[in-house]
């Protein structure tokens, strides 16, 4: 468990507390706790309560509760509010405008007490009864609405790839003669998962029998740790050919003359084709010539030699830049582009101007420390809403690098929202388009956008499109990189790290990159140092 999942644990016990109107004093200490744990880089989940109570904004009562969470996944005092609290006003939470005060006004006055209720009051135009509740905030949580609903059942991949790992391992312990592999969407490494897919030569009977007080079993359903589960039973000499259907997808398999008793693997060769990973196989220019598939000219987490966009305390990461480098150096890396947030992102402690010539002091000494490596400095500069940059050109031009991302206004129309972007990539110091959707995995729908114009805008520019590798965002989706691709667009794998063990995200955008078809020759970061220098030098280089 991470420090900022540990942080969301007193997130919560504080909204649920003000809900009830409960102490102000504790609900403020709780609201501390949250902040202040997600920028301590220790992790606290290996600590014991003495460590804790060395840790500065951490009290006798905050580490009672972590140590809980250790112990058994929860603690009592947020068990104690959930026990009498709706599970459906948890979702509305999850609501985007509608903190405590609104959900307790909806519940109370209207009892409202889930999205489908929610969704049917604001059908009923009930909620323009309420304070605060016109028709344009009512379409705005209908939305809203109909997104969780459609995600339920779903979970992010990188959640769910240990869960299925974990249940590999038990399977082949108790089933020493059988024969088990993960498939389906999974081994593909979509984005979001709703269910693990396992090939087995044994039926799911026997597993429920072996396992029943670990598994679930309802409505002819299986779960494990509340995700669904789908046994494909197979039969050994079929193991490989069920193997390579069920891992699809179907235009896929389509292109192959199959046969029984033959591994995956000779199922390729025996059609004249190389193998594909299955990571691969998703993509339309890889299926329309499969033949002329080769690996080695697609990017691999290997060919990265510089790690992009990460923040730092100096805005709301949590090491410092000198260990955030040492971090990036101990694992092989050349160079890491700090790039905290500029001084619109107030609730992440964007840096204020006055703080700007301290920070790139900070740099210059860590690059004094660290001889064999390279710190650059960035900023991730936030788009305002009329797409101008948060910083004018004067201060702009102190980084060396310039990611312009939006983090707020997010409910424009696909022609605003178009403009918006368009202007930034226009700005002159503009290198890096971040997160271009503004999409959060399971919470939010991104930008609505005219994708071609940006694409083209960002060619006749010279500006890099990220890849986002936090996998809550993976963004820009795989689906469009091709597309990109096809405009001339290059790409910049990059984790958005907050902490130094977040620089490890990188992989997951790989795996969207190696969808997407990436090459290497599309990817900014796999240029060495004095490379990337010259690109940092002359924009027109890409």
């Not at 703080?355 to 500069?381: A, M, P, R």
Request: net charge neutral; aromatic share 12%.
């Amino acid at each position: 468990m991470t420090n900022r999942e540990i942080a969301k644990y007193f997130d919560l016990l504080a909204k649920l507390m003000e809900l009830y109107d409960d102490n102000p004093f504790k609900i403020r200490s709780y609201r501390n706790a949250y902040n202040s744990i997600r920028q301590i880089s220790i992790p606290l989940i290996k600590l014991d309560e003495k460590q804790l109570l060395e840790i500065h904004g951490i009290g006798k009562a905050i580490a009672k509760k972590i140590i809980e969470l250790k112990e058994k996944g929860t603690f009592d005092a947020l068990d104690r509010i959930l026990e009498k609290t709706p599970p459906g006003i948890l979702d509305l939470l999850k609501i985007k405008g509608l903190g405590p005060k609104k959900v307790k006004m909806i519940w109370k006055e209207l009892g409202v007490e889930s999205l489908g209720e929610l969704e049917y009051a604001i059908k009923e135009n009930r909620l323009s009864l309420l304070k605060g509740f016109g028709k344009k905030t009512q379409e705005n949580i209908l939305k809203q609405i109909l997104f969780l609903e459609s995600m339920k059942g779903h979970f992010l991949f990188y959640k769910v790839l240990p869960v299925a790992k974990e249940l590999m391992q038990m399977f082949l312990e108790k089933y020493t003669n059988e024969k088990f592999s993960l498939t389906g969407n999974l081994r593909r490494y979509f984005p979001v998962i709703s269910s693990i897919d396992i090939v087995s030569s044994i039926g799911i009977d026997v597993i429920i029998k072996d396992f029943s007080d670990q598994f679930e079993y309802k409505d002819g359903e299986l779960f494990y740790k509340k995700i669904k589960i789908h046994i494909i039973k197979t039969v050994a000499n079929k193991f490989g050919l069920d193997l390579f259907v069920s891992t699809g997808p179907k235009f896929f398999v389509d292109k192959f003359k199959l046969e029984d008793n033959i591994e995956e693997t000779a199922i390729f060769k025996s059609n004249n084709i190389p193998y594909i990973p299955p990571v691969f196989r998703d993509n339309e220019k890889i299926i329309q010539d499969p033949g002329s598939f080769d690996e080695s000219g697609y990017v691999h987490i290997e060919d990265i030699k510089g790690i992009i966009h990460s923040h730092t305390v100096w805005s709301d990461g949590s090491d410092s830049v000198f260990d955030l480098a040492n971090y990036c150096r101990q694992n092989g890396y050349q160079y890491l582009v700090v790039s905290d947030h500029s001084k619109s992102a107030f609730y992440a402690n964007g840096l204020k101007i006055d703080q700007i010539k301290y920070y790139l002091e900070d740099i210059v000494e860590v690059n004094s420390k660290l001889q064999d490596f390279t710190v650059f400095s960035g900023i991730e500069s936030d788009i305002l809403s009329d797409g101008s940059l948060d910083y004018d050109d004067e201060i702009l031009s102190k980084f060396d690098v310039v990611i312009a991302s939006v983090h707020s206004g997010l409910r424009m129309n696909k022609e605003k929202a178009t403009e918006r972007i368009l202007k930034a990539i226009q700005n002159p110091f503009t290198r890096i388009l971040g997160h271009v959707s503004g999409r959060i995995l399971l919470a939010r729908e991104g930008y609505p956008l005219d994708y071609e114009t940006i694409f083209q805008a960002c060619v006749e520019n010279n500006v890099v499109m990220e890849i986002n590798a936090n996998p809550h965002r993976l963004d820009i989706d795989w689906k469009l990189i091709d597309r990109a691709r096809d405009w001339g667009v290059k790409f910049s794998i990059n984790p958005d790290a907050h902490s130094k063990y977040e620089v490890d995200y990188l992989k997951y955008g790989i795996f969207m990159a190696q969808k997407g078809g990436v090459l290497k020759e599309n990817c900014l970061n796999i240029k060495n140092t004095l490379d990337f220098e010259r690109w940092i030098g002359k924009k027109k280089m890409l």
